[in-house]
Structures are given as C-alpha cells and as structure tokens.
C-alpha cells in the first residue's frame, strides 16, 4: 500500500485530501506541523526536547507539503528533506495558498508539482 505524508494545518484541506486519495487505495498520514513531519520522519535529532513527540517512524511514498505551517515552514522542512541522503529523493507535491510561491519551490529536485489553494482535488 503506498503511503502519503500530509503536511497540512488547515483541517478541511486535509479531509478533501483524504476523501481524494483513500478511496483509490493509499494511507494518509495526516500531520500538522513541520516539527511533527521532521519528527515522523526521523529528525527529531533537530527539535528541542519539548517537541520531540514519540511515534513510529515512516518513509512514505510522497510527501504534499504546505508551506505556510506553525513552528517550522514549508521551506525549512524541505530544505532538511533535501540535505538528507535517505530521503531526498521522495517526490514533494507543494500546496500553497500563496502561488507566488511556486517559482520558489518547483526548482527543487524532489518537488514534482506546486498546486495553489484552491485547487482542484481530481487534478491533484
């Protein structure tokens, strides 16, 4: 079964993910926050002891990725994903409220699509 890593905060957002994506087979993997991510992921090497948060660790399939989150955003987040050897390579679809944004993020090697808020759940 493939897995997705949901970094999202807004939870309605995260619901119409999940109604797109559960239906054709996949886990979600829902988190909130980019400190959450890191840690699901394996680097809570980086946070201080106060976010470390205990949970199984994961390497999903593909990662959607909001940028604008608490505590750690979008970019610090894939900016650890890409300095990482084991985990560089998974592809990151990016959703943002911000389609300014895009031009940021689409050079990335792992950053496979920018999809601007709101968009069309189908087309994700």
């Given at each position: 079964?493939?897995?997705?890593?949901?970094?999202?905060?807004?939870?309605?957002?995260?619901?119409?993910?999940?109604?797109?994506?559960?239906?054709?087979?996949?886990?979600?993997?829902?988190?909130?926050?980019?400190?959450?991510?890191?840690?699901i992921l394996g680097f809570e090497?980086?946070?201080?002891?106060?976010?470390?948060?205990?949970?199984?660790?994961?390497?999903?399939?593909?990662?959607?990725?909001?940028?604008?989150?608490?505590?750690?955003?979008?970019?610090?987040?894939?900016?650890?994903?890409?300095?990482?050897?084991?985990?560089?390579?998974?592809?990151?679809?990016?959703?943002?409220?911000?389609?300014?944004?895009?031009?940021?993020?689409?050079?990335?090697?792992?950053?496979?699509?920018?999809?601007?808020?709101?968009?069309?759940?189908?087309?994700?």
């Open positions: 079964m493939k897995t997705i890593l949901l970094i999202e905060d807004d939870k309605e957002i995260r619901e119409l993910i999940k109604f797109t994506f559960e239906p054709e087979g996949y886990t979600i993997k829902e988190i909130e926050s980019g400190d959450e991510a890191l840690s090497f980086l946070l201080p002891q106060e976010k470390k948060l205990p949970q199984e660790k994961l390497i999903p399939n593909l990662i959607l990725l909001d940028i604008m989150l608490p505590e750690l955003d979008g970019h610090t987040f894939l900016q650890t994903l890409i300095n990482n050897q084991n985990l560089k390579d998974i592809p990151v679809i990016i959703i943002s409220g911000n389609p300014k944004f895009a031009e940021l993020f689409i050079g990335y090697s792992n950053v496979k699509h920018f999809f601007a808020k709101p968009f069309d759940p189908q087309q994700l």
